[in-house]
């Protein structure tokens, strides 16, 4: 509504403006500055200033009631287009600030849908009843087909089964699980059916700690206050109370009439009006925001930009961050005295029957030189076994296979110390060959890295992920410290920590898992290809997982404070020219409102150079 009550004023304006200035066109200026100023001048400006009075217990105006003031003195003193436009540029900048902004509040919807609502419970006498994921208690019995989102925390009775844990641990290699093992609420199960004991209650499981975490670090952002909004009140009221004094004060100092002292209040009331200084970030915030979509980089508002220019430390996720968040084939050794083509043939074969990301890999890696068709049996812990000419060959984790030769051996400790995970290959249970395969930093991890460290910025790996890869990732990117087989309720307390340590921290990461560090941060990044939650929750948006546009952001985020600084300046410059050469009688409003409306555009005009590419 506020929006198209300032179009209908901006209509009406312009119809003014356009016909011959006579008492109607005075007319339609006034109902214009009126309408297109209402929301702005009384409702933000009026009601906000008695609302925050009272909160303060002391008078707190803002600028939007002296721009009111201004136009009504405008209007006093018969300047009705100089009034209708001081509150069309001033409400204008307001609206497009508002835009710029985004005013968003951080939503968790999203994640809210993840977390399952009802389980499969096993009853005393073995039935299986569904119930509200909140009805069950420690020590009771679910049933968990293949395919199904795991209710709650727990431990797997029986049945073996891998699970989809990159929700929690942002793993992207399903993990193995057999009797014994913990499995988490949200997690996606396999092929295999499970029975698993409760071992927390719904509002104790690792997900609903990262909802609470994500709730409560939401609710603390503030967003921190500009300098201009810090002493705004203050200014307002310096200006409101030296213009009642110049009034009261200028007859009796300079014998002038009552009439030529009010008139020049008002022209020095226009004159300190910060209409150049409100303008002063909208035309940069909006041309940075503007640049950076255009690059590939969406922003939730001008304050996170101002942030990032400003950060001391930058903390990444690994899968999905710095990784590309599909494993790939790096290594694979075949034992002298085999047809590796023949076997290949076979290992492609085995491998197109599964849709496990390792298999996946693996057909995107080898080529086979005919097409075999193999019937295939998936053992869950053991891998895929077929039998093709009177052999049976088998592949799968290096652990289920006792005759293995000393050379594959070596080859496996040595591949699994740079944080690859290794798979056999056997024929009749004897190995005969190895696949190493890893999750791969992606293109632009590396000079993304070198870039913030060349900026003095610390840079962290923060993951849930085993220490021997994520060492191995960071080391190649060279990354300054490493954290992890990290839990997700606990990156947010290590983001913390990061602040307390350099001061602003910005966090980059793409799943459910890094949604509390991304909330917690200064600056929550996430990767447009990551999960909705993650993207929700964050300040700024990479689409493409392209690390590059990160450091572009911050370099356009460098040159937006860089240049509201020299607004600002300006602004402050022109609004203390202005006052005085109004206090030595040398401006009337017509001169006012000119230089005020001159400077508003120099300032957007240098606010638009940030469209340019550099």
């Known amino acids: 509504m506020p929006l198209v009550m300032y179009a209908v004023g901006l209509s009406l304006a312009l119809l003014g403006w356009l016909m011959p200035h006579t008492a109607l066109s005075n007319i339609f200026f006034v109902v214009g500055a009126i309408v297109a100023g209402y929301h702005v001048a009384v409702i933000e400006g009026v009601e906000d200033t008695i609302a925050q009075s009272k ?42 600030e508002e835009y710029a902004e985004g005013k968003s509040k951080r939503e ?50 029986t049945g073996r ?78 200006v409101l109370l030296a213009i009642g004094i110049f009034m009261l004060v200028c007859p009796l100092v300079m014998h002038c009439s009552y009439t030529y002292s009010i008139y020049r209040g008002l022209v020095l009331l226009v004159a300190a ?37 400003e950060i001391k430390a930058i903390a990444c996720d690994k899968t999905g961050t710095l990784t590309k968040g599909k494993p790939e084939v790096t290594n694979a050794y075949f034992m002298k005295g085999q047809k590796q083509q023949d076997l290949i043939d076979v290992l492609v074969a085995l491998e197109k029957e599964s849709n496990h990301p390792l298999a996946e890999a693996m057909v995107n890696y080898f080529e086979a030189s005919e097409k075999l068709l193999i019937p295939v049996e998936n053992q869950i812990g053991q891998g895929l076994l077929g039998h093709y000419k009177g052999s049976v060959y088998r592949i ?6 006792q005759q293995v030769p000393e050379e594959i051996n070596r080859l496996k400790d040595e591949w699994s110390k740079e944080g690859k995970t290794v798979v056999y290959f056997a024929k009749n249970e004897a190995v005969i060959g190895a696949i190493a395969l890893m999750d791969l930093p992606n293109q632009h991890a590396k000079s993304a890295i070198h870039y913030f460290k060349e900026q003095g910025i610390h840079t962290t790996l ?58 917690k941060a200064d600056v929550g990044i996430a990767m447009g290809d990551g999960t909705d939650a993650a993207i929700e929750v964050s300040d700024l948006v990479i689409m493409q997982n392209n690390l590059s546009k990160l450091v572009s952001a911050h370099r356009v985020a460098k040159r937006m404070k860089k240049v509201i600084l020299q607004n600002v300046l300006f602004a402050l410059g022109v609004v203390a020219f202005l006052i005085t050469v109004s206090l030595l009688g040398k401006a009337d409003m017509t001169i006012s409102v000119i230089v005020h409306e001159g400077s508003t555009l120099v300032v957007i005009l240098n606010g638009l150079r940030l469209l340019a590419r550099k």
């Open 108 to 157: 968790i919807s999203r994640l809210m849908e993840m977390t399952p609502t009802t389980a499969r419970k096993i009853e005393t006498d073995g039935t299986i009843r569904e119930v509200e994921v909140s009805e069950l208690r420690l020590g009771d019995r679910v049933k968990v087909l293949n395919g199904d989102q795991i209710p709650i925390d727990g431990l797997i009775l």
């Open 462 to 519: 923060i993951t849930g992920d085993a220490a021997l890869t994520a060492e191995a990732i960071a080391k190649e990117l060279g990354v300054d410290e490493v954290k992890a087989d990290v839990l997700p309720e606990d990156k947010s307390k290590l983001v913390e920590d990061l602040q307390k340590s350099y001061g602003k921290v910005a966090m980059v990461g793409d799943g459910v898992n890094d949604a509390p560090a991304l909330v």
């Open 396 to 401: 799968g984790k290096a652990s289920s296979f």
């Open 273 to 309: 009006s910060p209409c150049a200084l409100a303008a002063a970030t909208v035309s940069v915030t909006l041309s940075a925001s503007s640049n950076l979509a255009r690059e590939g980089v969406l922003s939730k508002g001008s304050s996170y930009l101002s942030h990032l220019s």
């Open 161 to 238: 089964t891998s699970v989809d844990e990159s929700a929690i641990s942002g793993e992207s290699i399903p993990r193995e699980k057999v009797p014994g093992d913990a499995v988490y609420a949200s997690t996606i199960n396999g092929k295999g059916s499970l029975t698993v004991e409760v071992t927390k209650e719904s509002s104790e499981t690792t997900f609903a700690k990262i909802l609470q975490l994500v709730e409560k670090n939401k609710n603390h952002q503030t967003k921190t206050a500009t300098l201009i909004q810090r002493y705004e009140p203050v200014y307002v009221k310096a």
């Open 55 to 96: 909160a303060r217990g002391k008078f707190t105006p803002n600028s939007h009631i002296l721009m009111g003031l201004a136009a009504i003195g405008a209007v006093l003193i018969g300047s009705y287009w100089e009034a209708t436009l001081l509150m069309l540029i001033f409400s204008g900048a307001h609206f497009l």
